[in-house]
Structures are given as C-alpha cells and as structure tokens.
C-alpha cells in the first residue's frame, strides 16, 4: 500500500470498558501511478446489550437510522449535521437489506465520493459480573475516495458515527 503524507493514525473514542466503541481513522493513496486520489476509511462499533430484535424494530430501514446520526432527506440529497457545521451529499444508491441488517450507501459531494454500510449483529455479550446475555454490535464503515485532500467530510464523518453510536448505547444498551 501506498501512502501519502503521514502514515495512518488510529483516534479511540471510549467511554468504558463494558461498550468498546471505536473509531479507526487511516488515510491512504491507491497507488502513485493511479487516479492521485486519497481512500480515507472510518470505521465505528458500539456492542450492545439488547438483543438484535430490538435494535432491529429501531433501525429498521434508511430512514429510521438516518435520525440517529443527524441525517436528513431533502429529495436525493441527505443533509447532515454536527457542531461544527453541516455537509448535504447527492445519494447515488441506498439500499437497506432486512435479511442482512445492513444498509448500504453510495453517494458524492463534489468530487468526493462516499461508500458506507451499517450492519447489525447477532453476539453474546459479558456485562457487569461476568453475566453473559445477548447483545448487539453495531457496525459502521466508510470510505471517502477524493482528489481533494482536505474536504470538509472527512471532518464532519467521524463526528457524525461518534454522535450516532452514543444516541444508539444510551437508547438501547441495558448493561
């Protein structure tokens, strides 16, 4: 792999140990002889424990989890919001599969192109005493591929899976 300017870093956001949110910040080029684009890749988790028929009847679909992460629909677009200000992006597809728990999104802001999904998952999780109960993990990736270095979605994605996922834990988390 090939990177340009500094390595990857890795920012942990983490609350306690009984939730082990995360989120995993890299940037990296896709080769020198390619596009000259940048791949910036966010990843974000929160286990839960709620069993999955739960979370599901709250995230059941685009638009019962767009709320969560301050996300709005205006049309095609999708208006997102946070302290630092707000970014809107043209959907090019959003799908949500209820069989798999996930939703899937492909969509661009300028010459910035956004993949991202969001799936739920069946585990066991250990809370407080050792005791072991069902739980969720919620599990988010994005990749934002721009010819631009510092576009403004790259601050505000981050902000956006931080907010989504503490609404989530205080919402569903019975630990």
Same mark, same amino acid.
Request: with cysteine.
């Given at each position: 792999?090939?990177?340009?300017?500094?390595?990857?870093?890795?920012?942990?956001?983490?609350?306690? *140990?009984?939730?082990? &949110?995360?989120?995993?910040?890299?940037?990296?080029?896709?080769? &020198?002889?390619?596009?000259?684009?940048?791949?910036?890749?966010?990843?974000?988790?929160?286990?839960? =424990?709620? #069993?999955?028929?739960? =979370?599901?009847?709250?995230? %059941?679909?685009?638009?019962?989890?767009?709320?969560?992460?301050?996300?709005?629909?205006?049309? &095609?677009?999708?208006?997102?919001?946070? &302290?630092?200000?707000?970014? $809107?992006?043209?959907?090019?597809?959003?799908?949500?599969? #209820?069989?798999?728990? =996930?939703?899937?999104?492909?969509?661009?802001?300028?010459?910035?192109?956004?993949?991202?999904?969001?799936?739920?998952?069946?585990?066991?999780?250990?809370?407080?005493?050792?005791?072991?109960?069902?739980?969720?993990?919620?599990?988010?990736?994005?990749? *934002?591929? $721009?010819?631009?270095?510092?576009?403004?979605?790259?601050?505000?994605? #981050?902000?956006?899976?931080?907010?989504?996922?503490? *609404?989530? =834990?205080?919402?569903? %988390?019975?630990?």
């Amino acid at each position: 792999m090939w990177y340009r300017g500094a390595a990857p870093a890795v920012i942990a956001f983490g609350d306690s *140990l009984r939730s082990t &949110p995360f989120i995993v910040f890299g940037r990296r080029a896709t080769s &020198p002889a390619a596009c000259g684009c940048v791949v910036i890749t966010f990843d974000g988790a929160r286990r839960l =424990a709620c #069993p999955i028929e739960v =979370a599901h009847t709250i995230l %059941d679909g685009a638009d019962a989890i767009r709320p969560w992460f301050g996300v709005t629909a205006v049309g &095609p677009r999708r208006l997102a919001s946070t &302290p630092i200000g707000g970014v $809107s992006l043209d959907v090019v597809d959003e799908r949500w599969d #209820p069989s798999q728990h =996930a939703l899937e999104v492909r969509a661009r802001r300028r010459r910035t192109q956004l993949r991202a999904h969001l799936t739920l998952r069946s585990i066991v999780h250990t809370i407080e005493r050792g005791r072991v109960v069902d739980g969720t993990e919620i599990w988010i990736h994005v990749e *934002l591929t $721009s010819a631009e270095h510092r576009d403004r979605l790259a601050r505000v994605v #981050p902000l956006l899976l931080h907010r989504g996922l503490d *609404l989530l =834990a205080s919402e569903l %988390d019975a630990s």
